[in-house]
C-alpha cells in the first residue's frame, strides 16, 4: 500500500506527512484507549479537551508567542473569514484596508467591498500578480481598521519576504499555504488564519492565531457563529468543532515540533524550492516561472512551458512516474508544484530530475 | 483492539458503524489506487467528485426526493444554519416562525429574533419540554416566510411523531439527531438540515436537503459564503469543502443502504427504543422518564433515578462494564441514552439488563 503511494503536488488538500497518517490509521477504532474512535468521541470528553489544549500549545509554542496570543479553530474554511474579519472589526470610518496580491487577497477585499468597509493600501494586478506588494507601494490609511494581506499566493506561487510596517495599523494575515513553513516573527502580525489543508491537516478547519485584545471584542449584533468572541470565550467549544481536522492539526504540529520546529522546516522548504527554481533559472527560457525572484514562493512553484501542448504532455508524463497534481492553475496556466512541509526531498529531486529531462527531450 | 471497544451512548460525536470505521481506516493511506489518503486528495480531483456525487445520490435515494430537491454540505454546524436561514429567507414583513421544543429550537429561534425577522408559533417550554407541540398548539402565521421545528430534541429526548400541516406555508426542520434514521414523506418538507456528528458521520459538516427553487433565491447582499445559492451554484464546491467529512457521510448513507434502507433502520430502532423505554415502564417510578409517552424520541432516552447519588453510581457502575456516555444534558439532569441508527441492538440490551439489576441493587 504505502509503495504505491505517489508524490502529491496538490495545491490543498495537499500531501501530508506519512508518519502522521500512520499514528491516525492506527488508533482510528481506538483512540487513546477511550474505547472509540477519535471520531466518535464526545468534544467535552477529557480525551478531546487535552487534544485540543496541545494542539493549541504546540501552535503557540512554534510560533514563539505568549500569553497575549490566543488559538481559535473555526469552520467554514479562509473564505468564511473574508466576511468575519469586516464583519467583526471594520467599519465605514475604519474600513479594512487591503494589499491585492492574487485571487484569493481580492476575494478578501470582495467580501469588505460587500458591506462597504474596504479600501485598498496597493496592488499588483496590473502586473500581472508577478510579485507582492512591497513596503514602498503601500498606502497605508493610518485611520484604517487593520492591513490585510495574503502572505503567500497559492495560485501565483509568490510570497512576501517582509513583513510589513504599519504604523501602528493592525496587521492581519491569511497564511493559509505557508502557515508554520518558516520562522517569522509572528509578534509583528495581530491576527492570523490559516485555512489548514494545505499546510497543517484535511479540509474542515481554520486556524486562527490572534491577539486576544482583538477576540474580547464583543460584536453582540452580529450572528452568534460569526462573532470571534463565541469562539474565544468558548474555547472553540460553542458548539461541536470539527474535532477529527482539529485532531490531525496537532498531530502535524506535534511532527513538526519532532523534527525541530519551524527553523527545521524553513531550511528543508527553501533547499526544496531552490531545486525547482535551479532548474527553471537554468532552462534558458524552456520552463518560464510566473513569480518574479524577490517574491517567490517556497510553497507553491508556477511556471510555463513553452506551448500548452508541452503542458498537456508535462502532466501526463509526470503522473506516469508518480508525481501527481502539478498541474497549474487555470487563472495562470501551466504547471504549479506545491512542496508544502510535508512534501519530502526525495519528492522533489524527482520532479527536478523529470523537468531536465523533459526539457532535455523536448527542447 | 476492537475487542476493546465500549458501547458508546454519546450524544454527539457519537457511535459510528464500526463496519464504516474499518473500512475507511483499511484505506486510510492509499484512497481507491489513488496513491494518496482521501485526506490529501483534491477536492477539484474526479475521484472526489465521484464521493461527493455518490453521497448526495444515495442521500436522495434513501429519503425517497426527486430532481426538485438538492443536497448540499454546508461547514459550521447546525448552530450556523440557525442564522442562515432567517439571513437568507426570512424578512420582517415575512418572519420565520419558530416551533420552540427544546434547547436547539431556541437556539435557532435566538438567531432570528437577533435580526428582528423571527415569531414563535408554540412552545412546550412552560411545561418543561416534555413533549413536542401538537398540531393544535401550532399558530401558524400564513404570511410567516417558514415554519421551522427542531425535529428531535437531543436534550430533552423527545421527537415529532407527525408531519405538521402548515396550510402552504414552507416547512423547515433541524433534523441533527434523526436524520435517516425512518422513513418519513421529506417531500412535505421544504428545507431540512442535520449536523452529520449524530447519526451520519464525523462533526464537521451540515447536510442539508433543500428545495432548489429555495436554493436558487440569491440574496447578493450576503456575504458570500453565508448564501446558500453560493453552494448550490457550484454543487458545495465554492471553496475547499470539509472532504474527509463527506466522505464518511457517504460511507455511513452506503452503509444504511447495504442494511436495507430507513424502513430497517426504523424497526430497529423502534426495538432499541423499547427496551429502554420498556425498563422505564416497568420500574415502578425508579426510572423516571422525561419525555412524554407520545413526544417518545427513539433517539435519545432520558430518564432520572432517585436521587442525584444514584445517578453518579449508575453513570460510574456502567462505565465499569463497558457502557459510556449515559450522563445526561446538565440542563435535565440524569441518564440519556443516545441510540443512533450505528448503536448495535446488543449494546440496547446490555444497558437495558444493566438499569434492571441496578434497580434491583439499589431500589
Known amino acids: 500500500m504505502e509503495a504505491e503511494r505517489i508524490y502529491n503536488f496538490n495545491p490543498g488538500p495537499a500531501v501530508l506527512p ?19 474512535s477519535i471520531l466518535e468521541i464526545s468534544h467535552r470528553a477529557k480525551e478531546f479537551e487535552a487534544v485540543l489544549a496541545q494542539a493549541k500549545a504546540d501552535v503557540k509554542e512554534l510560533m514563539g508567542l505568549g500569553d497575549d496570543y490566543e488559538v481559535l479553530f473555526i ?19 475604519h474600513p479594512g484596508s487591503y494589499v491585492l496580491s492574487g485571487s484569493f487577497a481580492e476575494k478578501a477585499y470582495k467580501e469588505a467591498q460587500l458591506l462597504g468597509v474596504g479600501t485598498v493600501a496597493a496592488s499588483s494586478k496590473e502586473s500581472g500578480y508577478h510579485h507582492v506588494p512591497q513596503q ?10 487593520y492591513l490585510h494581506l495574503c502572505y503567500n499566493n497559492t ?13 501602528g495599523v493592525p496587521l492581519f494575515a491569511d497564511m493559509s499555504s505557508d502557515m508554520l513553513s518558516r520562522p517569522l516573527d509572528f509578534s509583528k502580525f495581530d491576527f492570523i488564519y490559516a485555512g489548514v489543508q494545505k499546510n497543517l491537516g484535511p479540509a ?4 486562527v492565531v490572534a491577539k486576544k485584545s482583538l477576540l474580547e471584542k464583543t460584536a453582540d449584533q452580529l450572528p452568534t457563529m460569526l462573532r470571534y468572541n463565541t469562539f474565544y470565550k468558548k474555547d472553540s467549544l460553542y458548539n461541536t468543532p470539527p474535532a477529527f481536522c482539529i485532531y490531525m492539526v496537532g498531530k502535524v504540529a506535534a511532527w513538526i515540533k519532532a523534527q525541530g520546529g519551524l527553523a527545521v522546516m524553513a531550511e528543508r522548504n527553501a533547499k526544496k524550492a531552490k531545486l525547482l527554481y535551479d532548474v ?7 520552463y518560464n516561472g510566473h513569480a518574479d525572484k524577490d ?6 512553484v508556477t511556471f510555463r512551458l513553452p506551448s500548452e501542448e508541452l503542458e498537456k504532455k508535462f502532466v501526463e508524463d509526470a503522473k506516469k512516474i508518480g508525481l501527481g497534481g502539478v498541474k497549474g492553475h487555470r487563472s495562470v496556466g501551466g504547471m504549479r508544484a506545491s512542496i508544502y512541509n510535508a512534501m519530502p526531498y526525495e519528492g522533489v529531486q524527482k520532479l527536478a530530475d523529470f523537468m531536465a529531462s523533459f526539457q532535455n527531450a523536448h527542447e
Open 18 to 36: 506519512l508518519e502522521v497518517l500512520k499514528e491516525a490509521q492506527a488508533e482510528f477504532l481506538n483512540f487513546n484507549k477511550s474505547g472509540m
Open 75 to 93: 469552520q467554514g474554511g479562509a473564505s468564511l473569514q473574508f466576511a468575519m474579519l469586516p464583519m467583526n472589526y471594520a467599519t465605514k470610518e
Open 136 to 145: 514602498d507601494e503601500l498606502k497605508i490609511d493610518p485611520g484604517a481598521a
Open 155 to 167: 495560485i501565483y506561487g509568490t510570497e512576501y519576504h517582509y513583513i510589513p510596517e504599519t504604523s
Open 204 to 207: 474542515g478547519v481554520v486556524l
Open 280 to 286: 527553471i533559472d537554468q532552462s534558458n527560457g524552456f
Open 295 to 300: 517574491s517567490r514562493s517556497f510553497m507553491n
